[in-house]
């Protein structure tokens, strides 16, 4: 009897194996700067908490796809292609430079079949001197990296497909100390989407404006609120499936 209770027990163990590889045969690579970490925006302006995991448009986007797995790359202040201001805390200049960490996140987490970018707005920041054509530019780069990622660190694995996200518009970041950093971008901000959109048709990249899907964000004009979050994850759900099964 102990045999047949333990023969029964293993073979619900491989079928339960079987089904959670199934239900995660594809993987996703969501990769941003702080609005991916999941800064929850407050008044005071930071010190920031974060949204929890399944809060963040990562997380909603993971739920909404439940033959995918989405893996969350966030760091707060990251440029496309460029470095930072200098060393902050455990980081220093060229950790906020998004077409360095790239690679290396790819070869961490493959095998992948599609990388999420989502990126700009710190390329706006006062006193970097970017305009928003060049930080579209920039912006799909990063796709390069992307699309000649195959076979990392000795892997047999292809390079994955690749979407390229133009990031929320700023709101007014007058209410909070940020706005120091960040009014220089507002203006500019709103660009992104239609020179996003150009050099989608320029390269063939595929793209998604999630200014079209977070119209307003949260009070430091900066970051997204739960509902924003949960806005451009099911917004993103149709378009990541849609890429993830047409080969």
Excluded: C
Aim: charged share 20%; proline share 6%; net charge negative.
């Amino acid at each position: 009897m102990n045999r047949l209770i333990s023969t029964a027990i293993i073979a619900a163990s491989l079928l339960t194996a079987s089904a959670s590889y199934a239900a995660d045969s594809a993987r996703v690579l969501v990769f941003g700067d702080s609005n991916t970490w999941g800064w929850n925006p407050i008044e005071e302006g930071f010190p920031a908490g974060r949204h929890a995991d399944d809060v963040r448009y990562g997380g909603v986007l993971d739920k909404a796809l439940p033959n995918a797995k989405v893996v969350v790359d966030g760091f707060v202040g990251r440029r496309t292609n460029i470095d930072g201001r200098g060393e902050i805390g455990l980081v220093d200049a060229s950790d906020f430079n998004g077409a360095k960490a790239l690679p290396d996140s790819i070869a961490r987490n493959m095998p992948l079949d599609l990388v999420v970018v989502m990126l700009g707005v710190n390329d706006l920041q006062d006193g970097v001197g970017r305009s928003p054509e060049e930080v579209a530019k920039a912006a799909f780069e990063l796709a390069g990296i992307v699309q000649g990622s195959e076979k990392p660190v000795f892997t047999k694995y292809p390079a994955p497909k690749v979407l390229i996200v133009a990031p929320p518009a700023l709101d007014d970041t007058s209410a909070t100390p940020l706005s120091g950093l960040f009014k220089a971008g507002e203006e500019p901000s709103r660009q992104l989407g239609g020179l996003f959109a150009a050099e989608a048709e320029r390269t063939s990249v595929p793209f998604f404006d999630a200014s079209q899907i977070v119209t307003s964000v949260g009070v430091d004009g900066i970051h997204m609120t739960a509902e924003n979050h949960k806005a451009l994850g099911e917004a993103l759900a149709p378009v990541v499936n849609e890429m993830l099964t047409n080969n």
